[in-house]
């Protein structure tokens, strides 16, 4: 954008409420992360460790230690996945037709999505669970994937139908005129502006999915096919019958790194590719 | 685009069956014994209280006495417990067969019809030498649906090098168990430390104090119930407690009872109430501070005429699923679950046995006497058919902590009283 | 024949797009909603999801829960707070995305990567960690603010609810801006350079093109964003759950989200759960009807 024109007081300005952001919104991450290489009985004391320089890598050994950590991430990542993935198209088709399309029945489709989206979903989980038993798809990762699209979808629709609201309908006519299809249009000129909005929602659908913890508790009863967030619950409690911040600590840690780790591939591939695509269009 | 089409018809197609078969299935006999002779049988087991020894000889045991069946035991966790079982439980092919639960979260579950009648097998599972309070706490209407699986409740843990110090012996009373909280107080000079420590939301075991003065949280039985935190003996309890509070606690007045570890290990705690399981937790190098445990001496909290004092019950039950298409092979399980050799092993591993005449299994060292002595007094939160709301709306957490913050007891209890009423009716 | 096409085909186009989401839905929610909606009107507590026929009660769900006059003073308590927290998280949120639009590079990096750590923390471990910050005998806070001279040792946060609220209020705004940052940000990317640069030598100033070209094309996210806040802060559970077993008096800081989850999954009564989410699902179409009235108006040109 126009940043670059910025003068610079303004500039470092904003560079300088950016890096206090940036402290305040790490710290308490940077105190999990710290805390996660002190052994269980300095977490909590009456001296405060700032940084653990003497830590130690036990807590991570016990989280390591057996399939328990590796099962349940294999697990979350097919689930929160295939939710992205399905949300997302699911989603994008819907919002261009809301976007672009006048049709029978499209405000009572957008008002129906508001409306699931204001349904509180706390007791819901019960008449789930009766729907996926009667299924059979109870303990299946198809089974979890399927409630939670369910649930992440209303709001990417609505998230991604601004987004396509936001791009001016004249960029595409504009490369109409210059003898493109309509479709063709689309994908040229409409679609790069969509990615950033599109890394939006998929980050927000992958986080959803990845740290759920109600549904995926009753329906995943299997021990081989918890989920992280369920899994971490156990494990925590389960292992000295205390409660074990250390392990809860390194486990979070871990269990952090692959959103960081999506968006940065997301990042870089739909943002980097599609707007270098756009320029080139 | 083609596969997420399929999956798509294919999510399609198996919910629409779902509805319609989900709104089908609500049958409504329970199944009353029999069964297959031969099946997978799954068992949930809670936590890592069951020893491994115990749960492997369970599998050998079973398995050799039915070939062909296999057993498998699913580690649950309290976290979480009572949403997995009022769904699994509900659900014919996902029910576990047979199943651990907390002895106070048990009445939830046997006044829903959740798990099977047992009232007939009750004779030859130990009958009367099992622990009376658990078999109570799952008895409805003269039905009992749940046996006990171990008992453990908590008993005081102190600092001996702190007593011999301020010249303090182990008190047999509660009179002197008071005067000997606040005097290792006193003697120790420190604001933040507790002569008896005593976090202020844990009513589980300030409910101690209530009891042995003679109150209760609720009387009635059936469908009346009436708080009476508010009558003179519970009033007296409740000061009492407000009392340790201000003059021997050094525990915050509006924390729960999750940490003992951490004051411990900082020597701030002269005594405080634990379960057995705790010294575990205290003797792990990693966790806890195996130092000051050699310190550690145990015995049962004194009541005012030198008994035990009644505190909580703690412990498990275990039940069987009333969906259970195999009830007699998990009869089968139950009646492992309580032999000899099974609650043996349990009683070794410091949990009390379900049955009173294994309690000698525990051993006769200190820590076995404490809890012996304990469980020998404790008392069952009041049978009522609501209580779980009570808990849930948290309003013991309140009133207690508010007593601890200095509240007047009298007005708070009166409060406490009305909304206990109203939820237990 | 031709005409025929020309009819149909501007609506079989869209309608295909929206199928397959409309279509998940209905198969993945339809038969949940509707179970809630029959509960309410039913006394269905464990006895029944074990087997036992339910029994209809109408409206005795819904009459129990309005006439208990806690619930109003819940209700209250909860309306405020979501104003609170909502428009706090949007400020900051939308504030940070203003500015991150105006940063170097390698500020605006690490930024985005510190905002994405915050949001992708498990909440079990985030709530661990706030409670460590804020702890009375043990809390980073206190030693800070009482090494600075102010005694605080020993200080509780969470008894008094005021105090409690704000501790709440600042965990809740930590763990939602990172969402609405995210999302402004990425609406506000999407705004072309050259219609600001036409704006420009149009002779547009900075303010005026932030108001003409930037506000209208990041609206309707703006809109989503807002909305979504106010819902999910109406909600508010975990944050307030937690804090009410660290600390605090929970008559005093129930939220119509821990006072329902007490009340209905805790007690084992689903049919008063069913009837209170019915009854939050009113609330929250009230709350929103001026947005909601608004948006109709425009769907409806």
Do not use: I
């Given at each position: 954008m126009s940043a670059r024109r910025t003068p610079t007081p303004a500039r470092l300005l904003a560079n300088g409420l950016g890096l206090v952001v940036l402290v305040v919104s790490v710290f308490p991450v940077y105190w999990m992360v710290s805390r996660s290489f002190l052994p269980r009985n300095r977490i909590r004391s009456d001296e405060q460790v700032w940084l653990p320089t003497d830590g130690t890598l036990s807590n991570y050994d016990r989280v390591l230690s057996g399939d328990g950590f590796r099962n349940a991430l294999t697990t979350s990542l097919s689930v929160t996945l295939l939710t992205v993935g399905v949300a997302l198209l699911f989603a994008f088709l819907a919002a261009v037709a809301v976007s672009r399309f006048r049709f029978r029945g499209r405000t009572s489709f957008i008002l129906t999505l508001l409306l699931i989206q204001m349904i509180p979903a706390e007791g819901l989980f019960i008449s789930q669970y009766k729907m996926l038993e009667g299924v059979s798809l109870l303990n299946s990762v198809i089974g979890l994937t399927f409630v939670y699209v369910a649930s992440v979808l209303p709001f990417t629709v609505w998230t991604l139908r601004g987004f396509v609201d936001g791009v001016p309908r004249e960029l595409e006519e504009a490369a109409m005129m210059d003898g493109c299809s309509r479709v063709k249009a689309f994908f040229t000129v409409t679609l790069p502006l969509l990615a950033p909005g599109l890394v939006a929602t998929g980050l927000f659908g992958f986080i959803q999915a990845w740290n759920e913890f109600t549904l995926a508790l009753v329906v995943m009863t299997d021990p081989a096919k918890e989920t992280l967030p369920v899994w971490l619950v156990g494990f925590s409690e389960s292992?000295?019958?205390?409660?074990d911040w250390g392990a809860i600590m390194a486990a979070s840690t871990l269990i952090t790194i692959p959103v960081i780790v999506f968006f940065l591939i997301v990042q870089r591939r739909m943002v980097s590719g599609l707007t270098a695509g756009a320029v080139k269009g | 685009m083609v596969r997420k089409k399929k999956i798509l018809a294919f999510a399609a197609i198996t919910a629409l069956l779902g509805v319609t078969s989900a709104c089908g299935?609500?049958?409504?006999d329970p199944a009353t014994g029999g069964g297959p002779e031969e099946a997978d049988m799954v068992v949930w087991l809670n936590g890592a209280d069951t020893p491994q020894e115990a749960r492997d000889w369970l599998k050998k045991t079973f398995e050799e006495d039915h070939p062909g069946s296999t057993l498998t035991i699913e580690e649950q966790e309290w976290d979480g417990l009572v949403e997995r079982l009022t769904t699994a439980l509900s659900s014919e092919d996902q029910t576990p067969d047979v199943v651990e639960v907390g002895n106070t979260q048990a009445p939830t579950f046997t006044t829903a019809g959740a798990f099977s009648d047992l009232t007939d097998e009750l004779d030859d599972l130990g009958g009367d030498d099992l622990l009376p309070g658990f078999v109570e706490g799952a008895t409805v209407d003269g039905k009992t649906y749940a046996v006990p699986y171990y008992a453990g409740s908590t008993y005081v843990f102190y600092r001996k090098d702190l007593f011999d110090k301020a010249g303090l012996e182990v008190p047999t009373t509660m009179d002197e168990f008071i005067d000997t909280a606040v005097a290792l107080k006193q003697d120790s000079g420190e604001a933040d430390f507790s002569g008896y420590w005593l976090p202020g939301q844990d009513w589980r075991d300030g409910a101690a104090f209530l009891w042995d003065a003679g109150g209760d949280f609720a009387t009635g039985d059936g469908d009346e119930w009436e708080g009476t935190l508010s009558s003179p003996e519970s009033i007296e309890g409740l000061t009492t407690f407000q009392t340790l509070f201000e003059q021997a606690s050094g525990a915050?007045?509006?924390?729960?009872?999750?940490?003992?570890v951490t004051p411990f290990c900082a020597g701030k705690i002269g005594m405080m109430s634990r379960p057995g399981w705790v010294l575990g937790l205290l003797s792990d190098p990693e966790a806890g501070c195996p130092d000051l445990v050699k310190q550690i001496g145990v015995f049962a909290l004194p009541g005012s005429t030198g008994e035990p004092a009644p505190v909580l019950l703690g412990g498990s039950d275990i039940a069987i699923a009333a969906?259970?298409?195999n009830q007699d092979l998990a009869r089968d399980i139950v009646a492992l679950m309580l032999s000899d050799e099974y609650q043996g092993i349990l009683a070794e591993n410091g949990l009390t046995p379900?049955?009173?005449?294994?309690?000698?299994?525990?051993?006769?060292?200190e820590y076995a006497q404490a809890t012996i002595e304990a469980a020998s007094n404790a008392k069952l939160t009041p049978a009522a058919a609501n209580w779980a709301t009570v808990e849930g709306t948290r309003i013991l957490e309140d009133l207690f902590s508010q007593i601890a913050q200095g509240g007047d007891v009298e007005e708070l209890a009166a409060e406490a009283d009305d909304r206990i009423t109203e939820e237990l009716n | 024949m031709a005409r025929r096409r020309s009819a149909v085909r501007p609506n079989a186009l869209p309608l295909g797009l929206v199928l397959p989401a409309a279509a998940l839905l209905v198969l993945a929610l339809g038969y949940p909603l509707v179970r809630q909606v029959v509960l309410s009107l039913q006394e269905f507590g464990l006895a029944q999801q074990f087997g036992q026929p339910p029994e209809w009660i109408g409206l005795d769900n819904y009459r129990a829960l309005v006439g208990d006059s806690y619930l109003w003073t819940v209700v209250l308590r909860t309306v405020l707070f979501c104003f609170v927290n909502a428009g706090l998280t949007m400020g900051i949120g939308v504030g940070i995305a203003l500015l991150m639009t105006r940063m170097s590079t390698w500020v605006r990096v690490l930024v985005q990567a510190g905002l994405l750590l915050t949001w992708a923390t498990p909440v079990v471990a985030a709530m661990i960690v706030w409670q460590f910050l804020f702890d009375t005998q043990y809390g980073v806070v206190n030693s800070v603010l009482t090494a600075l001279?102010?005694?605080?040792?020993?200080?509780?946060?969470?008894?008094?609810p005021i105090s409690f609220f704000s501790i709440a209020t600042m965990i809740v705004v930590w763990m939602s801006v990172p969402f609405v940052v995210f999302t402004t940000y990425a609406a506000l990317t999407q705004v072309p350079d050259d219609v600001i640069e036409a704006a420009e030598i149009d002779g547009a100033g900075a303010w005026q093109r932030f108001l003409h070209v930037v506000v209208p094309t990041v609206r309707p996210v703006l809109l989503v964003v807002l909305l979504l806040q106010i819902i999910w802060d109406l909600r508010v559970f975990t944050q307030i759950y937690t804090l009410q077993k660290s600390g605090g008096i929970t008559r005093d800081t129930n939220l119509l989200g821990t006072y329902i989850y007490s009340l209905g999954i805790k007690g084992g009564d689903f049919g008063t759960a069913a009837a209170a989410a019915m009854f939050m699902l009113v609330l929250t179409v009230l709350l929103t009807a001026p947005y909601l009235r608004i948006m109709f108006r425009q769907e409806e040109d």
């Open positions: 292992r000295s019958r205390g409660v | 299935s609500d049958d409504d915050p007045a509006d924390a729960n009872e999750s940490d003992p969906k259970s298409p379900a049955r009173e005449s294994l309690a000698t299994l525990l051993g006769d060292d | 001279g102010s005694d605080h040792d020993g200080h509780s946060w969470l008894a008094e």
